[in-house]
């Protein structure tokens, strides 16, 4: 079978290529051998990648039966996951199952699709597994990623259950970025190796933590002035509840920010489009609950904002992790109020008069994306690929391939980044026009 790497390694700064890290290569020649393996790792070291290409390199394609389960504690990496599979090794067939749609859906889905790998959370895979909708018994391995975030939601028994499907169970690789006195037990082999990559101050180098002071207690023009500065810098904005992140939200976007939102009581199709949209550039902030703290891998996020202090140690760590991902670097900004004081598990590398960032008398206006995103009314199930999205824009559409960023083919629609200066042309050039000889909506997505 054929792997592009490719596919899925950041691009350097200097037009080169990444090669795997000391991490990736020790995990993929133990995961090789067949053993267990616990593998402790910061965020943003390439984990997904590390387990990903030995555990693919496993599978047999002419096999049709079901020979390996990823368990994850979210559904944006279930899905995240998924496409990392299938962007590796297209030859293998792979299913993101999840809860926020229908089971009746997914089950159709896997009849149909008779995966050789399957991603899911925890819930969904037990239900799927005891309503007969996946066939186990030929199951060799399975991957508990982001194990000690799965331990924090409660999912304990839903893992043990899910254990107890496999018969044939012979390898389980255990993920995590902070270490857990529950991993060596829930391995369930003695003979398993720890792998650990754990070193905090490494990654720490690599950001730069600056405090912005708030005169009042209600931060929003603050964190408003701050992200004005910035420009057109990616910044992730972390507020700690739901409500928040709508308030926030609604704030930002009133005074002209482009802004998606993102917490567990959105649908899921609200989830992906804020996530989409982040991720091509089509808004440069996100605000979003501890949600976005795990396992999300957006490539060139510049700036994390903690607009609420984080509750620990642990979410501070997972918060930064989605900055200065690889090699780059990072900025993590705290906005303290007139009575806050950052928390003691947060070391400054200076004293905090230099720490601090003052934030200039007359800040910048808010800047417009480079980008929008282009909703189109058709996916995966109506047989149309990126390919098929490239051409039109580019034939019918008249765009040139650089006007054209990063493609999303979801099953029922697709999102394309475009150009915003070309983007109020291209809709009237494409509207009422057929891709693949199929009628469809062409839109601009917003929140």
Known sequence: MHYD????????????????????????????????????????????LAYLLPLLQKLDAGNDNLQALIVVPSRELAIQTADVARRLCSELRVAACYGGRPAMEEHQQLRGLRPHLVAATPGRLLDHLQKGNLQPDDVRTLVLDEFDKL??????????????????????????????????????????????????????????????????????QTLLRLLCTLGTQKSLVFVGYRESVERVGNYLEQNGLMVGILHGGMEQRD?????????????????????????????????????????????????????A???????????????????????????????????????????????????IGKGKKDKISRGDIVGFLTKQGGLGSSQVGRIDVLPHWSYVAVERAVSRDLLQRIKGLKIKGQKTIYAVAGR
């Open 5 to 48: 790497i490719s596919k899925v390694l950041p691009q350097r700064e200097d037009g080169g290529t990444f090669v795997l890290n000391a991490m990736q290569q020790d995990a993929l020649q133990t995961v090789r051998k067949g053993v267990s393996v616990v593998l402790l790792s910061p965020t943003g070291s390439g984990k997904t």
């Open 151 to 220: 331990l924090e939601l409660g999912f304990r028994e839903q893992m043990q259950d899910v254990i107890a499907f496999l018969p044939a169970l012979q390898q389980r690789i255990l993920l995590s970025a902070t270490d857990a006195e529950e991993i060596p037990a829930f391995v369930g082999d003695d003979r398993h190796v720890r792998l650990s990559f754990l070193d905090p101050e490494e990654n720490d180098a690599r950001i730069s933590i600056r405090l912005v002071k708030s005169p009042e207690k209600d931060k929003l």
């Open 271 to 323: 989830r992906e489009r804020a996530l989409y949209r982040f991720m091509n550039g089509s808004a440069n902030v996100l605000v979003s609950t501890d949600l976005a703290s795990r396992g999300i891998d957006i490539t060139g996020i510049d700036n994390i904002i903690h607009y609420h202090l984080p509750t620990g140690p642990e979410a501070f760590t997972h918060r930064n992790g989605r900055t």
């Open 325 to 375: 991902r690889w090699d780059k670097q990072g900025n993590a900004y705290f906005i303290l109020g007139p009575e806050e004081h950052l928390p003691d598990f947060v070391c400054l590398p200076s004293d905090e008069q230099e720490a601090t960032f003052s934030l200039p008398a007359r800040v910048p206006a808010p800047v417009e994306p480079l980008w929008i995103t282009l909703y």
